[in-house]
């Protein structure tokens, strides 16, 4: 681990001081994704967090198996008596005890129904952990295309007006163009330089931001593929938002936990019953500890355990788990307009980035031929050494907004592709081998089982306090007016 982590600093560094240097290796987007989804920190301590998620599952199923314990003991005693002897006495014991729950009222059997639907939850939560991770991914390496792209064009420029300064120097000497135009020329020159330093320091940024998210300083990157399942549709791409967005889904898993909770407190009001069972023996002198195997006894029963008073206990903790439920139905709703807003601030910049790099497109094919037709014009004497230094100036801004465009769009696609819940890692690559975290669910789920688990679980649920929705209002997907009115302004393409 030290190893990894002083390979991934050094191709930190690597990045930061050799932004314009590139490994000899070329890399592509997908292989940028199968490298993060492998090795990306984030990604591996969520998945550790969500193995440590599926140890409740365990927890609450031990509700439903015997108890057993093992005691030993000794004891010695001395009695003072006025104007009599003293008395001593000594003894041992030791016992194994057993006790097993028939019926909690549900207690267990909504314990566990919670800690599945927590389960489940984290499970959308591991989900959202790797899309956010892979967006990131898909930013910093189109923030690496992008900035690559502009390095070039500002070193295109600056061999421009190396080349116009020696240009502009020449026909100074020769009297065609006064002092001034070689001035502009410089000052131009040097402008140009101080863009090539700034657009070289963004690239090493970029370059040490993709180092960080995949793991490796980028290479050759290759162009960037088109992402699969972007909608051209608002309607249909909030539609698949509310259903697979893994924070919708996540908050609704955790308002069926809450729920479970609830009828679990409630059960606290109702009788439990247990069997019991114990096997030991006593001695009273604790230096003939063998004879505890000729004074033994074996006692079996079971209890039927009713609460009748707790103090207000039982009910504040209804109270309370009540209340936490109805919290966990508002956050539901929170992240479904969470989510609108996600999917309405994505589709807007990716339709807008989109416009942007169709006006780009024709704006650098014009730019193009106005700076060569100013430069022929130049030299027969119908534009000046500004005129042509302008509209050089004019086609590299061209060039770098049209970049910037080609980012912005490819970003705002993956921004909302992951709201919608559609950029995990096989999404994007199928051949990727996908981490199933039910595989370590169903692998520790049943250990410490026994053979009765099964029928009492379902007899613990029988009589048992009924899950409850949280609050009395309807469950409705969203706020129908919020959502016609989002859609009603949404830019269509």
């Known amino acids: ?55 409740t599952i365990v927890a609450a199923r031990a509700g439903l198996r015997p108890t057993l314990s093992a005691s030993v003991g000794a004891d010695y005693t001395k009695t003072w008596t006025d104007g009599g002897p003293d008395v001593e006495s000594d003894g041992a014991s030791a016992s194994v005890s057993v006790s097993q729950p028939l019926w909690t009222a549900g207690r267990v059997g909504h314990s566990i129904s919670a800690a599945e639907a927590n389960i489940l939850a984290g499970r959308e939560g591991l989900r959202d952990t790797e899309q956010t991770v892979l967006a990131a991914v898909i930013q910093a390496y189109a923030d690496v295309i992008r900035d690559t792209e502009i390095l070039r064009i500002r070193q295109a420029n600056l061999g421009v007006l190396q080349r116009q300064l020696e240009e502009s120097s020449a026909r100074f000497e020769v009297g065609e163009i006064t002092r001034t135009d070689v001035a502009q020329s410089e000052a131009r020159l040097a402008q140009s330089e101080a863009d090539l330093a700034q657009a070289q320091a963004q690239l090493s940024v970029s370059r040490a931001g993709y180092a960080a998210v995949v793991g490796q300083a980028p290479g050759n990157l290759e162009a960037m593929p088109v992402l699969p399942g972007v909608p051209t549709d608002f309607d249909s791409a909030l539609d698949v938002a509310m259903q697979d967005n ?37 001695t009273n002198d604790i230096g003939r500890f063998s004879d505890l195997a000729n004074n033994t006894t074996f ?42 807003q996600a999917v309405s601030s994505a589709y807007a910049q990716s339709i807008s980035a989109r416009s942007t790099l169709q006006a780009g497109r024709e704006a650098v094919r014009a730019a193009t031929v106005a700076a060569e037709g100013v430069r022929q014009e130049a030299q027969v004497g119908l534009r000046t050494t500004l005129d042509v230094l302008n509209q050089e100036l004019e086609l590299r801004s061209a060039e770098v907004t049209l970049a910037s465009a080609q980012r912005n769009e490819y970003v705002a696609q993956a921004q909302l592709l992951a709201a919608m819940g559609r950029l995990e890692g096989p999404d994007l690559d199928p051949t990727l081998e996908a981490y199933d975290p039910a595989a370590n669910y169903n692998r520790v789920r049943n250990r410490g089982a026994l053979p009765w688990d099964g029928v009492l679980e379902t007899l613990d649920r029988v009589a048992a306090p009924p899950v409850m929705p949280a609050v009395d209002a309807e469950d409705a997907p969203i706020d129908q007016q919020l959502k016609s009115e989002v859609v009603q302004t949404a830019p269509r393409n």
Do not use: C, H, K
């Open 246 to 282: 893994p924070s919708v889904r996540s908050a609704g898993w955790a308002l069926r936990a809450a729920e479970a909770e609830v009828a679990a407190a409630r059960a606290d009001y109702l009788p439990s019953a247990s069997v019991t069972a114990s096997y030991g023996g006593a």
């Open 299 to 340: 006692r079996a029963g079971a209890t039927l355990s009713v609460p009748l008073f707790t103090g207000g206990l039982t009910s504040s903790r209804v109270a309370q788990a009540r209340e936490r439920a109805n919290a966990a139905q508002i956050g539901v709703e929170g992240e479904r307009r969470n989510t609108l």
């Open 1 to 55: 681990m030290l190893n990894r982590s002083r390979v991934l600093a050094s191709a930190a560094i690597i990045a930061v001081i050799s932004s314009v240097g590139a490994p000899a290796w070329a890399d592509t987007l997908q292989e940028a994704i199968a490298l993060a989804y492998r090795t990306n920190p984030t990604i591996l301590a969520q998945r550790a967090n969500q193995r440590a998620l599926d140890e």
